[in-house]
């Protein structure tokens, strides 16, 4: 039985979007740069934190969260005024002499979810795009890495009202307590069972979602790729976060001619960039679940690389496995650990209906240099979103909308794409007073009807 009640914590943010104070951009703005502020005097507390929570060294804190999160805030503080401003609409004949605009107004009470694997980034992205779209936060941040989530709540919880920027702490009673409660956005980020239990929970309420969920992203590397680049940004990727990213490369698919040639490289790039057990900045498998998940793949009798694993360190070896086929227990579900399995094929169009018959992924990548094959990929398969002869880097392009798509979930952000998932556009019609034809108006005569039909054939 779960007696945990939120409903005064989500009052309270109720209230506080009812003052309206964060419809005043100058509120947003001055949150958002006291956020930059908090951040920055917090960054040795952080990094401490996540270096204990899993092994992230403070190199990779920096270039794949904090700079991240430091892009948005300064995207957010000079665009807000923009993003936010009315926006004038063409009206139609039939409702002249009128002018139509649009106002972009904050949902309201706003609950963000996040997930472990960079955690500071999954939760104050989603944050900064509801705080500038005047929304209030309640945040939850996954439990999983402790000592990173008590960070963000003492940091979050001493500089912010908590009617509008507040961290709740805890795991499954702690989310199911909150799902109980009314709000009028979810964000959230994590894996698809948990996705679907979040959207059912939305649905009573009618409250829009966001989902931003995971899956397995494939990657195309075909004959016609460069491929000493394609290698060096392959392995980058794939073992970045002990390969506990959401967008990496979950499988390889490549063409059978370069196959022998490419592994050896890849090997080699392996070595050279030292991602291995011994590395002390090699990432951590988060808990013990996910290393005893991951290790039963190492059982597999394709390993053709790596297979290593240390158990108290909670640390895999980049693994490499070959001669997969789409049946081998691998390719059911998202791997979401430093292991690649690889397919070789023949015939690009039997590759991807292979992928095209599954779940539409979250990423994928294209490492060719024929437009031809580039565009037959990219037209043929959905997906959320991917590069082309690079991978995982268009979620640094803040230009770009980021998320999912079918089973890896719904709705996207970054830049104006979050600003919009935090707000409603309101559609107004402003009348002049000086005009108003009687044709809609009773008695309905069969004449007026005739002069409607005709009227709007013309208009
Ligand atoms: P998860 O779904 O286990 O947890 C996410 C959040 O849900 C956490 O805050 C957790 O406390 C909560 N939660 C867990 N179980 C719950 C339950 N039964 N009821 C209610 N709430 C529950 O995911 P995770 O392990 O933190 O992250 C890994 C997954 O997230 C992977 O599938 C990955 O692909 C995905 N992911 C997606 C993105 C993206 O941007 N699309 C980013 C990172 C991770």
Known sequence: MNDLQFSDEIQTQRDFFHSDATKNIHFRIAQLKKLSAVLKENESKMAEA?????????FDLYTTELSIIYGDLDESVKKIKSWSKRKRARTNVLNMPAKSFIIPE????????????????????????????????????????????????EMINSH????FFRVIEGGVPEMTALLNEKYDKIFFTG???????????????????TLELGGKSPVFVTARCNMDVTVRRLVWAKFLNAGQTCIAPDYLMIEKSIESIFLQKF??????????????????????????????YLA???????????????????TLLTNVTFDHPIMKDEIFGPILPVISFTNLEDAILQVKERPKPLALYVFSDNREEQNRILSSISF?????????????????????????????YHGIAGFRAFSHEKSILH??????PSLKYSPHTASRLNWIKRLMSWI
């Open 160 to 163: 912010f009202d908590p009617g």
């Open 300 to 318: 597999s009798k394709e390993i053709f690389y790596g297979g290593e694993m240390d158990r108290e360190k909670r640390h895999i070896a980049p």
């Open 431 to 436: 009348k002049g007073n000086f005009f108003e």
């Open 50 to 58: 996540i270096f204990l929570d899993f092994g992230k060294s403070e």
């Open 384 to 412: 959320g979103g991917g590069s082309i002869n690079d991978a995982i880097m268009h979620i640094a392009n803040q230009y770009l909308p980021f998320g999912g798509v079918g089973d890896s979930g719904m709705g996207n």
């Open 191 to 209: 894996s698809i069972p948990v996705g679907k239990i979040v959207y059912q929970a939305a649905a009573k309420h009618l409250t829009p979602v």
């Open 106 to 153: 904050p949902l309201g009470v706003s609950l963000i979810i996040g997930a472990w694997n960079y955690p500071f980034q999954l939760c104050l992205s989603p944050a900064i795009a509801a705080i500038s779209a005047g929304c209030t936060v309640v945040l939850k941040p996954s439990e999983l890495p402790s000592r990173t989530s008590a960070v963000m709540a």
């Open 267 to 296: 090997i080699a790039e392996i070595v050279r960039s030292k991602f291995a057990l011994e590395n002390s900045n090699y990432v951590q498998i988060v808990n013990e679940r996910n290393f005893d998940r991951i290790a039963q």
